[in-house]
T-cell receptor, first 113, second 113 residues
């Protein structure tokens, strides 16, 4: 069975600090990987995705993630966070060609001005 | 992608009552997915529907839960005789075709008292 592990439940950073959120998955085949973000009171929206190709994926709002197949990881990074990045971040995985997303438990990010 | 509309945003029900959660997909989307997020957990797949058809309900509890997506109108997730353990956030997503990349709504937070 697929599973996704997000290492941090709650991360607190000051503005301009660098961010890295960990995500490890368990799946025995080709995967599609996603990071979603949910800002307070808003819908869940896609930050970035990896299907194939360059393992370094760039998303919206300056976020990027790197797929490291040997480590089953897909960590999310941003060099300098802003107060507006305060949100909950979810990593998700699905098998290639499948529609069922398996989500991690989420990481709450609080950015202090 | 604020196009997936869920209502109500918050729903309070007493134990034993029925809960009806509605989801209007993005314009032109005919594939709808429901996910449930229990407290401190990641989103978990419940059911996948196309217009008038249930494609995959493998994640739906066998009793008290049902879902439909009629030819006209929104998709409905119905929970009969709610219990405290049904308290959760219920998310709907839609896509053009069967795809892992779906657009999510804001979710409905169900509280059973």
């Amino acid at each position: 069975a697929q599973s996704v592990s997000q290492h941090n439940h709650h991360v607190i950073l000051s503005e301009a600090a660098s961010l890295e959120l960990g995500c490890n998955y368990s799946y025995g085949g080709t995967v599609n990987l996603f990071w979603y973000v949910q800002y307070p009171g808003q819908h869940l929206q896609l930050l970035l995705k990896y299907f194939s190709g360059d393992p370094l994926v760039k998303g919206i709002k300056g976020f990027e993630a790197e797929f490291i197949k040997s480590k089953f990881s897909f960590n999310l990074r941003k060099p300098s966070v802003q107060w507006s990045d305060t949100a909950e971040y979810f990593c998700a995985v699905t098998g290639a060609g499948s529609y069922q997303l398996t989500f991690g438990k989420g990481t709450k990010l609080s950015v202090i001005p | 992608n604020a196009g997936v509309m869920q209502n109500p945003r918050h729903l309070v029900r007493r134990r034993g009552q029925e809960a009806r959660l509605r989801c209007s997909p993005m314009k032109g989307h005919s594939h709808v997915y429901w996910y449930r997020q229990l407290p401190e957990e990641g989103l978990k797949f419940m059911v996948y529907l196309q217009k008038e058809n249930i494609i995959d309900e493998s994640g739906m509890p066998k009793e008290r839960f049902s879902a439909e997506f009629p030819k006209e109108g929104p998709s409905i997730l119905r929970i009969q005789q709610v219990v405290r353990g049904d308290s959760a956030a219920y998310f709907c997503a839609s896509s053009l075709g069967q795809a892992p990349e779906a657009f999510f709504g804001q979710g409905t937070r169900l509280t059973v008292v």
